[in-house]
């Protein structure tokens, strides 16, 4: 006989979370529906990518002077649709706005939250059909509600994220998220258009066997890096090294791929970009916040990635997430050969 489960979606999920904060108002239930549903879209056209007009490049570069591609844009605009009309959001800061979008509306001006945002994560891969996301960060305002957001609301330390999580357009479409109770992943029935808990409870595999890095600029990283990445590849039965290099080039693949088999992910510094690449407040921290509810660990080598107080909307960060263990080796190296 065939034992059949009852499915619980993402709706039934989060509003039966929502009992256990006790002043929920159902405001952060109704984001996440929100932008559940911005991602329902935005999967859509990239399932279509090949076959209508929306592969490559829009003609303009967003704010890092990194060319947008079509999806880029859509994605953003599907993103920031979802969150306007209603009473939740009052602004989002975007990769692909160089201000953050103030919501200046009777609704959003009473919005408690604020989001960040990468609305397509991985947009090299998207020609090659390779893996591709979404990356989002929420908070409580810091302003009072009855205006528009402001710069202060966003410009938070990661630590105060309310919730965070990413969706990932792959080989099957996932939505996994955080509200600091753990981490869980929904897939996208593609039928139905629904997305069911398929991932309860995710954490990382305390020792991990990938190590995943663009190692292209090698040349440019530090010393610290530079030996740390040796000894991935030495040989040692008891950490079961060398480890697997694994790296796709999008974020969130990259993340989620090692969340579930058990690696690390390093964007470090380097001698061409200090700061490295990726940025603090919307793949950095989201990711960092989704990493620590799963066991793990998130640092730019010397401080916990949560902890960096932000300055500017675009400010970047090295990045090494991952297993602890995995993580604090790294750091190891880092701290004891560059300073
Ligand atoms: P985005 O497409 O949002 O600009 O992000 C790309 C990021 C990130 O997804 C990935 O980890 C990293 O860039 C890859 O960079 P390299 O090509 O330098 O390895
Ligand atoms: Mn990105
Ligand atoms: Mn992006």
Redesign the pocket.
């Known amino acids: 006989m065939v034992t059949r489960y009852k499915i619980k979606t993402l709706t039934e999920f989060i509003i039966e979370r929502q009992s256990e904060y006790p002043h929920a108002k159902g405001a952060l239930t109704r984001l996440l529906n929100d932008i559940a549903t911005a991602a329902k879209i935005v999967n859509r056209e990239i399932n279509a990518a090949g076959l209508v007009d929306i592969l490559g490049y829009e003609g303009k570069e967003n704010v890092?002077g990194?060319s947008q591609k079509k999806l880029?844009v859509f994605a953003n605009e599907q993103f920031i649709t979802a969150l306007k009309g209603g009473a939740e959001c009052c602004a989002i800061a975007s990769?692909e706005n160089e201000k953050i979008i103030s919501f200046q509306n009777e609704f959003s001006e009473l919005g408690k939250y604020v989001i960040a945002i990468?609305p397509?994560?991985?947009?090299?891969?998207i020609e090659s059909n390779v893996s591709?996301?979404t990356?989002f960060s929420i908070y409580r305002r810091k302003t009072e509600v009855g205006e528009g957001g402001k710069n202060v609301d966003i410009l938070q330390p990661g630590i105060n994220q309310v919730a965070a999580g990413y969706v990932i357009y792959g080989s099957s479409t996932m939505l996994v998220y955080t509200t600091g109770k753990g981490v869980n992943g929904f897939t996208l029935d593609p039928s139905v258009g629904i997305f069911c808990l398929s991932h309860p409870d995710m954490a990382f595999p305390k020792e991990g066997k990938i190590y995943s890095i663009?190692e292209?600029?090698y040349i440019y990283f530090y010393e610290g890096l530079k030996k740390y990445i040796k000894y991935c590849q030495e040989i040692d039965k008891e950490t079961s090294r060398p480890y697997t290099s694994r790296?796709?080039?999008?974020?969130?693949?990259?993340f989620h791929r090692n969340l579930i088999s058990g690696g690390i992910?390093l964007?470090p510094g380097s001698k061409k970009s200090p700061s490295g690449?990726?940025r603090l407040l919307y793949?950095c921290n989201p990711m960092a916040f989704i990493a620590e509810q799963a066991g793990g660990k998130a640092s730019d080598g010397y401080n916990r990635i949560m902890e960096i107080e932000p300055e500017t909307l675009h400010q970047r960060s090295p990045l090494f997430v991952g297993p602890k263990s995995m993580v604090e080796k790294a750091e190891e190296f880092i701290q004891e050969y560059d300073g």
Do not use: P, R
């Not at 397509?120 to 891969?125: F, H, K, P, T």
């Open positions: 890092q990194e880029d990769e990468d397509l994560d991985g947009s090299s891969n591709i996301g990356i663009n292209g600029n790296y796709i080039g999008s974020l969130v693949a990259d992910f964007y690449k990726l793949e």
